[in-house]
């Protein structure tokens, strides 16, 4: 059997999202999938386009919705050169804070919107963590993963 493979891109300011991208990865590799973290700031959108693996899109939340400051270059790039994606299978596990109840996760719903209208498929349904309710969201993530992705990968 050929090896699943998935590429997590993380979007983060503080670094939750990429502990969340990490606990994941710790339970992909315990499990047969190989997984590439890469934060948005270090990547091209080349890595999206070229790439052929499913991919986990892990974003938070900042400013009034938007997508991570250093994510930014990597969504406007990807919205400006609008490549299709339709080879893509993705996922996205969001994170926000239902304080800020009008942009609710907005960055991970961006990216979702964003890689939709690009013709990329989604897998599972996304999921947005909330800051404010006092779960881990690495917990959750993990919890999500294997519920819900982990076997359409
Ligand atoms: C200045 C600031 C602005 C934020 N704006 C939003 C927002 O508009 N919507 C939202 O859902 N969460 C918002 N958040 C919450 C973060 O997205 C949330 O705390 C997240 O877990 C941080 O993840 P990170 O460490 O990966 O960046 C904001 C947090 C801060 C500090």
Request: glycine fraction near 6%; proline fraction near 4%.
């Amino acid at each position: 059997m050929d090896s699943k493979e998935l590429l997590i891109l993380v979007a983060t300011m503080t670094g939750t999202a990429l502990m969340a991208a990490e606990d994941i990865a710790e339970y992909c590799n315990d499990n047969d999938i190989n997984t590439t973290i890469t934060e948005m700031d270090n990547a091209n959108i080349n890595i999206l386009i070229d790439n052929t693996h499913p991919v986990l899109i892990c974003s938070s939340t900042y400013g009034q919705g938007d997508v991570p400051d250093p994510a930014q270059e990597f969504y406007n790039d990807l919205k400006d050169s609008s490549p299709n994606l339709s080879h893509i299978k993705y996922a996205v596990f969001g994170l926000g804070d239902m304080t800020y109840r009008d942009t609710f996760a907005y960055g991970g719903k961006k990216f979702s919107d964003l890689l939709d209208s690009l013709n990329a498929t989604k897998i599972g349904k996304p999921f947005y963590h909330d800051a404010s309710d006092g779960s881990l969201p690495e917990e959750v993530a993990v919890e999500w993963f294997i519920n819900n992705i982990k076997d359409k990968i």
